[in-house]
């Protein structure tokens, strides 16, 4: 699972083409911080603590995993990318970008570097009426106040303008508006991880393929010969029973459904796993069921080759999983690769993920959202 957090940070700049400077960073935290989920409009307010030009400032609302450490660090390489050079001393001075982080949740962080809420928010107008744009329900854990409250009850008596719109970098996805997207691959492909990040990030009701709960799957690493055929068969009529459900019952607070699984892929383990008498038989079950089951609109398939594949296995440490031999995971590729060549009637988009690692690279996950948004487009 993903375990992101929500980050509101503020941007500022007062030298040279001050928009383009403030859209660039916007797009750069995109890229490399976490996903933009909401953008404030664009103000222009006076230097604060100082005589110097006026300042545009706005709001970022993201979605991130990094730690607070880890999201400043990136901050400074993005800054100095975009021109700033931050001087020994402690006065504030005119400077073509700023990025503050203000808040990350409910969390309070002191140290030498870091003041999370930032200790300035509650003084600042150009902090907090943008922030009012985002609408983010936020209770600063320290003074007790909403943002609406720090801002009436703020001393800041400076004039603060909005002057326009500002780019939302993910406003050009429309996963959204899909009904359905099944994400999948190999046994260690990261298909749960991305279902999750795109659940959360693109507010999807998640279904999760329930593996955990079946008592067979233990037993089948040991001994597949005795226990392939219930395994596969349990398998197949809980995934039915959660999709029936799932697809079924309309969740008025998400947009779309993601799985983490299509049903199909009950046939192509079953195709490996069974005794060629068992798979006739097995067949003619999942027939009957796939006939009632909805097509997802989307269907990715996430590549990873072989090795890649035995590495997360044995990172992820399922004691169940780590006698699983590379070619029966060669064989579950092939049968994925053999079932998409036949598909017609179904929207499948293949994502080679092998050399990505989209938990620790946001410029990998970026990729992937960006593979399917070019599918969509198509």
């Known amino acids: ?15 040279g083409n001050r928009l383009e400077n403030i859209q660039n960073c916007i797009q750069l935290i995109h890229e ?3 996903l933009v989920l909401r953008v404030s409009k664009l103000y222009e307010s006076p230097a604060w603590g100082f005589e110097s030009d006026a300042f545009y400032n706005c709001a970022l609302l993201i979605h991130t995993s990094f730690s607070a450490e880890k999201i400043l660090k990136k901050i400074g390489v993005i800054e100095k990318e975009l021109g700033r050079v931050r001087k020994k001393t402690e006065s504030y001075e005119a400077r073509i970008i700023d990025v503050d982080i203000i808040m990350i949740e409910d969390l309070v962080i002191q140290s030498e570097h870091l003041i999370i809420p930032h200790s300035q928010m509650q003084n600042r107008k150009f902090v907090l009426l943008p922030m009012l744009d985002l609408k983010v329900d936020y209770q600063h854990p320290v003074l007790h106040q909403s943002i609406e409250q720090l801002y009436k009850n703020s001393n800041d008596t400076s004039e603060c303008v909005a002057v326009e719109d500002l780019i939302l970098p993910t406003k050009k996805y429309s996963v959204n508006l899909l009904n359905y997207i099944a994400i999948e691959g190999n046994i260690g492909a990261g298909k749960t991880t991305l279902a999750a990040r795109i659940s959360e990030d693109f507010n999807a009701k998640l279904v999760l393929e329930r593996f955990a709960d079946n008592p067979f799957l233990p037993k089948f690493y040991k001994d597949q010969g005795r226990y392939a055929f219930p395994l596969e068969m349990s398998f197949l009529a809980d995934r039915y029973q959660q999709l029936a459900d799932d697809l079924s019952q309309f969740d008025l607070f998400k947009d779309f459904v993601v799985a983490d699984y299509h049903i199909f892929k009950s046939l192509i383990f079953a195709k490996v796993t069974l005794q060629e008498d068992e798979f006739r038989l097995y067949k003619t079950l999942f027939d009957i069921i796939y006939k009632e089951m909805p097509k997802p ?10 090795d890649r594949l035995l590495k997360n296995i044995k990172k992820r440490g399922r004691s169940y999983e780590q006698e699983i031999p590379a070619e029966y995971l060669e064989k579950i590729n092939q049968g994925y690769l053999d079932y998409i060549k036949t598909q017609t009637d179904l929207n499948v988009l293949v994502i080679d993920v092998s050399e990505f690692d989209f938990v620790k690279k946001q410029t990998d996950y970026i990729k992937i959202l960006d593979a399917i948004q070019e599918k969509l487009d198509s």
Do not use: C, P, R
Not at 1 to 15: C, D, H, P, R, Y
Not at 297 to 306: A, E, G, M
């Open 1 to 15: 699972m993903s375990g992101q957090k929500k980050v509101v940070l503020s941007l500022g700049s007062n030298i």
């Open 297 to 306: 609109d989307l269907y990715v398939y996430l590549y990873q080759n072989t």
């Open 32 to 34: 490399n911080i976490g």
